[in-house]
Nanobody, 124 residues
Framework: QVQLVESGGGSVQAGGSLRLSCTASGNPDLRYCMGWFRQAPGKQREGVAAINRGSSTRYANSMKGRFVITIDNLKNTTYLQMNSLGSDDTATYYC??????????????????WGQGTQVTVSS
């Protein structure tokens, strides 16, 4: 089993930055690829970024440039640095784990474990 706990969400003004953290515990073989997703009210969950244990990254096309995903394997923590935030980035952000290598950016149904989410609110 895998447990994921997100932190770092909050309120920020447009143009600002936030860094989200996801701390994982449990079987490391079940969290080879870590991903970030987000879901705004009334919208489908969408992918943001993913990273493999060896630090190779995958980004959803619409997220390239402003979001950076990194991983600290010693701390079992995955980070999502979000820059130049706008109101469209307001959403609940979720961390997810997948027990296999991410060759491309996987859809959410391929991730077996999910955190509880952290809210990000961007005000203009």
């Amino acid at each position: 089993q895998v447990q994921l706990v997100e932190s770092g969400g909050g309120s920020v003004q447009a143009g600002g930055s936030l860094r989200l953290s996801c701390t994982a515990s449990g079987n490391p073989d079940l969290r080879y690829c870590m991903g970030w997703f987000r879901q705004a009210p009334g919208k489908q969950r969408e992918g943001v970024a993913a990273i493999n244990r060896g630090s190779s990254t995958r980004y959803a096309n619409s997220m390239k440039g402003r979001f950076v995903i990194t991983i600290d394997n010693l701390k079992n923590t995955t980070y999502l640095q979000m820059n130049s935030l706008g109101s469209d980035d307001t959403a609940t952000y979720y961390c997810a784990a997948k027990g296999a290598y991410c060759y491309t950016f996987p859809p959410p149904e391929e991730f077996e474990y999910w955190g509880q989410g952290t809210q990000v609110t961007v005000s203009s």
